[in-house]
Protein backbone atom coordinates (compact mmCIF):
# COMPACT_ATOMS: atom_id res chain seq x y z
CA UNK A 1 0.00 0.00 0.00
CA UNK A 2 0.95 3.62 -0.90
CA UNK A 3 1.24 6.02 1.92
CA UNK A 4 0.03 9.43 0.73
CA UNK A 5 2.04 12.83 1.83
CA UNK A 6 1.16 14.46 4.50
CA UNK A 7 1.80 17.67 2.25
CA UNK A 8 0.90 18.36 -1.97
CA UNK A 9 4.38 17.73 -3.72
CA UNK A 10 4.66 19.88 -6.57
CA UNK A 11 7.67 19.30 -9.32
CA UNK A 12 8.66 23.16 -10.43
CA UNK A 13 9.48 22.05 -13.72
CA UNK A 14 8.12 20.58 -16.97
CA UNK A 15 10.83 18.71 -17.73
CA UNK A 16 9.81 15.22 -19.17
CA UNK A 17 12.51 13.69 -17.73
CA UNK A 18 12.44 14.77 -13.98
CA UNK A 19 9.00 13.70 -14.02
CA UNK A 20 9.96 10.37 -14.85
CA UNK A 21 11.96 10.26 -12.80
CA UNK A 22 9.90 11.36 -9.44
CA UNK A 23 7.44 8.97 -10.64
CA UNK A 24 9.26 6.41 -9.55
CA UNK A 25 8.66 7.17 -6.16
CA UNK A 26 4.85 6.15 -6.90
CA UNK A 27 3.89 9.70 -4.76
CA UNK A 28 1.17 11.55 -6.16
CA UNK A 29 2.73 14.89 -7.06
CA UNK A 30 1.63 17.97 -9.71
CA UNK A 31 3.75 19.90 -12.47
CA UNK A 32 3.90 23.71 -12.50
CA UNK A 33 6.11 25.66 -14.38
CA UNK A 34 8.31 28.01 -12.68
CA UNK A 35 9.28 30.59 -15.35
CA UNK A 36 11.94 31.49 -13.72
CA UNK A 37 14.93 33.72 -15.77
CA UNK A 38 17.98 31.01 -16.27
CA UNK A 39 20.32 33.39 -17.21
CA UNK A 40 23.38 33.03 -15.40
CA UNK A 41 24.25 36.40 -13.46
CA UNK A 42 28.26 37.43 -14.32
CA UNK A 43 31.54 36.02 -13.06
CA UNK A 44 28.62 33.20 -11.56
CA UNK A 45 30.37 29.66 -11.12
CA UNK A 46 28.44 26.76 -12.33
CA UNK A 47 27.68 24.91 -9.05
CA UNK A 48 26.61 28.16 -7.64
CA UNK A 49 24.45 28.25 -11.26
CA UNK A 50 22.76 25.05 -10.81
CA UNK A 51 21.90 25.77 -6.85
CA UNK A 52 20.68 29.35 -7.40
CA UNK A 53 18.13 28.07 -10.05
CA UNK A 54 16.85 25.29 -8.14
CA UNK A 55 16.13 27.15 -5.58
CA UNK A 56 14.92 30.40 -7.32
CA UNK A 57 12.30 27.29 -9.32
CA UNK A 58 11.05 25.94 -6.35
CA UNK A 59 10.77 29.52 -4.48
CA UNK A 60 8.47 30.80 -7.53
CA UNK A 61 6.09 27.88 -7.66
CA UNK A 62 5.78 28.11 -3.93
CA UNK A 63 5.06 31.73 -3.77
CA UNK A 64 1.55 30.45 -5.28
CA UNK A 65 1.23 27.34 -3.14
CA UNK A 66 2.60 27.94 0.18
CA UNK A 67 0.70 24.43 2.13
CA UNK A 68 2.80 22.08 -0.75
CA UNK A 69 6.35 21.03 -0.74
CA UNK A 70 7.67 21.86 -3.95
CA UNK A 71 10.78 20.50 -5.82
CA UNK A 72 13.13 22.77 -8.17
CA UNK A 73 15.94 21.21 -9.88
CA UNK A 74 18.69 22.49 -12.58
CA UNK A 75 21.41 21.34 -13.89
CA UNK A 76 24.68 22.65 -15.42
CA UNK A 77 27.80 20.90 -17.22
CA UNK A 78 30.56 21.99 -16.07
CA UNK A 79 33.73 22.20 -18.69
CA UNK A 80 36.60 23.28 -16.52
CA UNK A 81 34.77 25.91 -15.11
CA UNK A 82 32.97 27.16 -17.58
CA UNK A 83 29.33 26.27 -17.91
CA UNK A 84 27.85 24.33 -20.91
CA UNK A 85 23.80 24.73 -21.51
CA UNK A 86 21.27 22.87 -22.70
CA UNK A 87 22.35 23.57 -26.80
CA UNK A 88 19.22 24.40 -28.27
CA UNK A 89 19.84 23.05 -31.92
CA UNK A 90 22.21 20.44 -34.00
CA UNK A 91 24.98 23.10 -34.75
CA UNK A 92 25.53 24.05 -30.97
CA UNK A 93 25.59 20.22 -29.88
CA UNK A 94 27.83 19.24 -32.42
CA UNK A 95 29.88 21.95 -31.16
CA UNK A 96 29.70 20.94 -27.46
CA UNK A 97 30.53 17.29 -28.15
CA UNK A 98 33.20 18.06 -29.89
CA UNK A 99 34.70 20.62 -26.98
CA UNK A 100 34.10 17.48 -24.55
CA UNK A 101 35.06 14.56 -26.15
CA UNK A 102 38.48 12.72 -24.82
CA UNK A 103 37.76 15.09 -21.83
CA UNK A 104 35.85 15.09 -17.70
CA UNK A 105 32.81 17.10 -17.55
CA UNK A 106 31.08 17.80 -14.38
CA UNK A 107 27.29 17.72 -14.29
CA UNK A 108 26.25 20.34 -11.84
CA UNK A 109 22.85 18.94 -10.21
CA UNK A 110 21.18 20.41 -7.67
CA UNK A 111 17.84 19.80 -6.28
CA UNK A 112 15.77 22.39 -4.25
CA UNK A 113 12.85 21.89 -1.50
CA UNK A 114 10.83 24.50 -0.55
CA UNK A 115 7.32 24.60 1.91
CA UNK A 116 6.54 28.25 2.34
CA UNK A 117 3.72 27.49 4.89
CA UNK A 118 6.38 25.51 7.24
CA UNK A 119 9.67 27.75 7.10
CA UNK A 120 11.54 24.72 4.71
CA UNK A 121 14.06 25.31 2.34
CA UNK A 122 17.00 23.42 2.01
CA UNK A 123 19.42 22.71 -1.71
CA UNK A 124 21.57 20.35 -2.03
CA UNK A 125 24.20 19.46 -4.96
CA UNK A 126 25.27 16.11 -6.63
CA UNK A 127 28.16 16.42 -9.18
CA UNK A 128 28.51 13.75 -11.27
CA UNK A 129 31.79 13.66 -13.39
CA UNK A 130 31.90 12.15 -16.58
CA UNK A 131 34.69 11.07 -18.79
CA UNK A 132 33.57 11.58 -22.33
CA UNK A 133 35.39 8.89 -25.16
CA UNK A 134 37.29 10.63 -27.73
CA UNK A 135 34.60 10.55 -30.47
CA UNK A 136 35.07 11.43 -33.91
CA UNK A 137 32.86 13.49 -35.85
CA UNK A 138 31.14 10.94 -37.96
CA UNK A 139 30.52 9.27 -34.20
CA UNK A 140 29.09 12.26 -32.86
CA UNK A 141 26.87 13.07 -36.19
CA UNK A 142 25.48 9.59 -35.93
CA UNK A 143 24.34 10.66 -32.46
CA UNK A 144 23.24 13.16 -32.35
CA UNK A 145 21.02 12.64 -35.50
CA UNK A 146 19.97 9.37 -33.65
CA UNK A 147 18.60 10.93 -30.39
CA UNK A 148 18.34 14.99 -31.04
CA UNK A 149 19.37 15.81 -27.19
CA UNK A 150 19.39 19.48 -27.73
CA UNK A 151 17.45 20.01 -24.80
CA UNK A 152 19.80 18.53 -22.51
CA UNK A 153 22.66 20.21 -20.53
CA UNK A 154 26.12 18.73 -22.31
CA UNK A 155 24.46 17.57 -25.94
CA UNK A 156 23.82 14.23 -24.28
CA UNK A 157 21.11 11.64 -22.90
CA UNK A 158 23.22 9.06 -20.89
CA UNK A 159 19.57 7.24 -20.07
CA UNK A 160 19.38 6.69 -23.81
CA UNK A 161 21.92 5.98 -26.48
CA UNK A 162 24.07 8.81 -25.46
CA UNK A 163 25.43 6.24 -22.90
CA UNK A 164 27.84 4.97 -25.90
CA UNK A 165 29.44 8.59 -25.74
CA UNK A 166 30.63 7.84 -22.08
CA UNK A 167 34.18 6.26 -20.84
CA UNK A 168 33.37 6.72 -17.20
CA UNK A 169 30.57 8.18 -14.83
CA UNK A 170 31.39 8.84 -11.02
CA UNK A 171 28.82 9.78 -8.62
CA UNK A 172 26.94 8.37 -5.84
CA UNK A 173 23.14 9.01 -6.98
CA UNK A 174 23.17 7.31 -10.43
CA UNK A 175 19.90 9.64 -11.03
CA UNK A 176 21.39 12.88 -10.86
CA UNK A 177 22.80 12.38 -14.39
CA UNK A 178 19.28 12.40 -15.59
CA UNK A 179 18.44 15.35 -14.19
CA UNK A 180 16.99 14.81 -10.54
CA UNK A 181 19.14 13.15 -7.79
CA UNK A 182 16.94 10.79 -6.34
CA UNK A 183 18.59 9.54 -3.11
CA UNK A 184 18.89 13.24 -2.14
CA UNK A 185 15.47 14.02 -2.90
CA UNK A 186 13.67 11.47 -0.58
CA UNK A 187 15.89 12.28 1.86
CA UNK A 188 14.54 16.27 1.45
CA UNK A 189 10.96 15.87 0.74
CA UNK A 190 10.70 13.42 3.98
CA UNK A 191 12.40 16.23 5.85
CA UNK A 192 9.71 18.62 4.60
CA UNK A 193 6.87 16.35 5.64
CA UNK A 194 6.02 14.06 2.73
CA UNK A 195 6.25 10.45 3.61
CA UNK A 196 8.26 8.36 1.02
CA UNK A 197 7.63 4.86 2.54
Given amino acids: ?27 PFSVVASHVDETPLPDESPP ?35 ALGKPGNHARAVAQLRTMRGKTVVFQTAVAVVCLESGFAQTELACIKVRFRD ?25 GLGIA ?16 PLIRTCRM ?7 VL
Fill in 48 to 82: EIACRLALAKARSVAQAHPSAVVIGSDQVADLDGQ
Fill in 189 to 195: IEAAGVK
Fill in 165 to 180: LLERIDNDDPTALIGL
Fill in 135 to 159: LSDAQIETYLLAEQPYDCAGSAKSE
Fill in 1 to 27: MISLPTRPLILASTSVYRRQLLERLQL
